[in-house]
Every structure is written in C-alpha cells, then in structure tokens.
C-alpha cells in the first residue's frame, strides 16, 4: 500500500512539475534562462534574488530569472522528484542529507567554481568541508555555517547579583554556577526562572570523546561508560538539580505564554538565564523591545569543549534542464557580496571565516548589546566547531528517531541509562547492516572501510597512537589530533 502511494504520489508531482515547465515554454520566450531554488518562505529571500541579479550584472554575466518555490521543500518531496526526473535546479538541505542524495544520484558535484569564478577553495570554512565534499568533490554549496552554543542574558545573572557563566565551563563549574542561579531566581515564588532551557547532551557526549560511530564510520562507537554519565548528570541536572526544565515544566510554559515563546521570548523576559542556539537569534532578538547585553558560551564540557557545526547549502539537482545557469547561482553563494548578507543579516556564519573579522560582524551598528556575543560567535566557530556525527553507511534520521526516543525514554524512567545506551548503539548497526544490503553500488567502499578499521582497533588493543591518516570520522580525527590520542 505504501509503494502504491508513493507511486501515485509521484506520478501526480511529475504531471504538474511537466504542466508548469511547458507554461514557462511558453511564456519566456526564451530569452532568459528560469531556474528554480527550493527553499523555505524566508522574507531574506527577496532580497537575496535581488542581490544575484545585481551580482550578475555587476560580473557582465547574463541575467537569470531566479524564483523561489516554497511548496516542494522537503525530504520525501526531493526524493521523489529527484528520481522522477522533476525536482528543482537547485534545492536547500542540510547536513545530514548531502551524502544520503548524493548517493542516490539526485545531486550532482561540481568542480573549478575556483577558476571559473575566482573565488578560492581556501575561502570555504574548514569546519563544513567533512560535510559539502564526497569523493574528493564539492556536492554542496554553503548558505550559511549553523555553529551554536548557549546564548546568554547576562542581565538576567546581573538582576540576580551574579556574575554570568564563564566561556568555558567544565560540568563541575557549570553544575555549580547554575545551582547558585536558580536558588537565587526562584527565592520565595514558583520556580519559573532556569539556569537554562535545555542541556545538550550531544555536545557532552563528544566533550568526554564518545562519537556515535567508530573510526571509519562503520559501525557505532558509543555504547561506553562515558555516554552512561552523560545521561545521568543530564538527568540529575533537570530533576534534581533543576538547572532546566522538565517536559512538563516547558509545556507549562507554552500554556501560559503561547506558541514561541518556550525559547527566544522566555530568555529576553529573563526566565532563561540562556539557550541553546546560535547567531541567527539576532534575527528575532532584534525585533523585541528589550535588548539585553548578550553573551555566547561553550557548552559545558568533560575535557575537551566543542559544539557540533551544520551548514544550510544549495545542491544542484542533477537532472537540471538549467545546469549551467545554477551554476552561476552556486558560484554567487560564494561571492563576498553574498558573504556580506549572511553577516549583516545575522543569519548565522558566513561561509567565508574572513568575513568574520569585518567590523559589521564584529560591533554591527546600532547593536552595541551583541559585540561580546559577536566575537564569541567568532572564536567558538575557529576553535571549538566540529561537524556532527553522520555516517555515510546509513540514513541519519531513521537512527536519530531511536536515538531521541531511547534518551526521551531514560528522561522519563522507562528505561536505565545503559538500556539508553546499548538501543542506541543497537539501532545504528542494525540501520547500517540494512543500508548496506540496500546500496550495494556502496559495497567496495564499506569494505576498504573495514580494513581500516581492523587496523585502527589492532593500534588501540596494543596501547598505540591512532593513525591519523586511517581515520573518516572527522570528530574522532580532531579529539585524538587535539588530545595527543592520534599521530
């Protein structure tokens, strides 16, 4: 039944994607090349066509009709369109779909956008490349770099008589710092004030060195003791500490104050001391009466600090009737004038790290209360960001889904920290095993990749370093490098 819906469902897309591009035929005449960008219903975008057109003209390239199409965004609708032959010239996506798609063949890689459009491949920020390159090319096209952390009011601590958190806090410090904080908010009343409004384990889980894979990406590397305390002190920290809120303290929250404000609006009243976001939160900051000073911190950390980096990318889909005219818009990503928006929008970090040490990045005019945030923003994306942890040998949200369940699970006491643990690792090999029989075309790789790995386990059975150079996981890579575990 589902195969006969998808079948439908496909057949109808087809028909009506057919129905409009023979109206374009007809009504362009021809003279200007019509590309699609799926994308979501951002009012940036409008000025963003804008701004290629003018970058376009102002590089003596013809013009290209560049129109947005919001109705087909979606995962499941590029699927289907994409293997239907009728998916958008370009289409936005994130990080944890480039390889998924790039393997099915519904984007292809394009190279020499160096010489072609004179902006170098030096330009691109280190942090993503583990997540737009594949087989040593570029399949993705960054729209921005998604580095986040805590966000935080610090006249919020102020009003209390404390002096904000740290940039760096270990989790005795941060346990210890937002014990005095909530003591100090919730004297005499309801607690409805929270040192912050969410913890994130993901970042915890890397900072004491469990990726979720091993080495090469072949199979789970987290059921460890390590993960094990992970979840516990998180726990702790929301139930018996009360650092954050508990479900059904947020959904409290959501009665009282609506829809929107369990996040943004809660932090800028001050019953968040801060959350877990990024730079783009100026977007929606901005636009409130109150404009506290703000900061942004490292997420607490059991010996090696970090916060995982996501990118938000273009991907040319490979069966373009308009290939070459999105190419020009894949080169205009990479423009300083397109570096330029993302930076005075606020819409997260520039592709280009260099634009980060514009002063509209740095001290952006009329927002003096942003420009410690703004330089933290700064070191936490050239120190502290790494890619999250995707495998190329299975699909990131069936194994995410029983990853978020089984730790929902351990929150609410249906299951141990260690059953937690063991499900997670167990839907990841068993998600992997399944990918594999799936995407033969994948076989010869995965098996290179195993012997790398008996290798990589033989190094660390005999007490060695890892070898470096054997190693795919690129937040693995980074903790033996920057640990001294690797050579």
């Known amino acids: 039944m589902q195969n006969l819906f998808l079948g439908l469902l496909a057949v109808l897309i087809a028909f009506s994607q057919y129905m409009n591009y023979k109206f374009d035929q007809k009504f362009r005449g021809g003279d200007l090349p019509v590309i699609y960008w799926v994308t979501d219903a951002n009012p940036a975008r409008v000025e963003q066509i804008a701004l290629f057109r003018s970058w376009l003209k102002k590089r003596g390239y013809q013009d290209i009709d560049l129109r947005v199409d919001v109705n087909n965004q979606g995962v499941n609708k590029t699927i289907v369109q994409g293997v239907t032959g009728v998916a958008g010239d370009c289409i936005d996506a994130g990080s944890t779909w480039f390889r998924y798609f790039y393997n099915m063949g519904i984007i292809q890689a394009v190279t020499n956008l160096e010489a072609r459009f004179g902006y170098p491949d030096s330009g691109l920020f280190p942090s993503l490349l583990p997540d737009i390159l594949a087989d040593g090319k570029q399949i993705a096209f960054p729209c921005n770099l998604g580095i986040a952390g805590y966000l935080v009011n610090v006249d919020v601590f102020r009003r209390h008589g404390m002096a904000p958190p740290s940039f760096l806090m270990d989790f005795d410090a941060f346990e210890k710092h937002g014990k005095e904080f909530v003591e100090r908010a919730n004297v005499g009343k309801r607690r409805d004030v929270f040192y912050a409004a969410s913890i994130n384990q993901e970042a915890m889980r890397r900072s004491v060195g469990v990726s979720y894979f091993n080495e090469t990406l072949t199979a789970s590397g987290g059921n460890r003791k390590e993960f094990v305390r992970v979840l516990r002190l998180n726990y702790k920290w929301v139930y018996k500490d009360h650092l954050a809120p508990t479900a059904a303290e947020m959904a409290s929250f959501a009665t009282e104050y609506g829809y929107g404000g369990l996040s943004y609006q809660l932090l800028n009243k001050g019953n968040f001391g801060m959350v877990d ?168 790789r995965f098996e290179q990749a195993l012997a790398r790995q008996k290798t990589i386990d033989a190094a660390k059975a005999a007490g060695k370093k890892v070898p470096l150079s054997l190693v795919d996981n690129p937040f693995l890579k980074a903790y033996y490098k920057k640990t001294g575990l690797g050579e």
């Open 277 to 444: 976001t990024g730079r783009w939160a100026m977007i929606q900051m901005r636009q409130m009466a109150n404009r506290p000073e703000w900061a942004q911190i490292v997420y607490p950390h059991g010996g090696f600090p970090n916060v995982f980096s996501t990118t938000r990318a273009a991907v040319l889909y490979a069966g373009s009737r308009q290939r070459e005219a999105a190419i020009y818009f894949l080169g205009f990503l990479r423009s300083d004038e397109y570096n330029m928006h993302v930076v005075n929008d606020s819409d997260g970090i520039p592709p280009n790290p260099k634009f980060m040490d514009r002063e509209e990045f740095l001290r952006p005019k009329g927002y003096t209360n942003e420009w410690a945030m703004q330089a933290a923003c700064r070191d936490i994306a050239n120190n502290y960001a790494l890619p999250r942890d995707i495998t190329p040998y299975a699909q990131y949200q069936k194994y995410s889904r029983i990853e978020n369940l089984s730790i929902q699970s351990f929150m609410n006491d249906l299951m141990s920290a260690e059953e937690a643990v063991a499900a997670i690792d167990g839907a990841i090999n068993e998600h992997i095993a399944g990918f594999m029989k799936v995407h033969l075309e994948m076989k010869p």
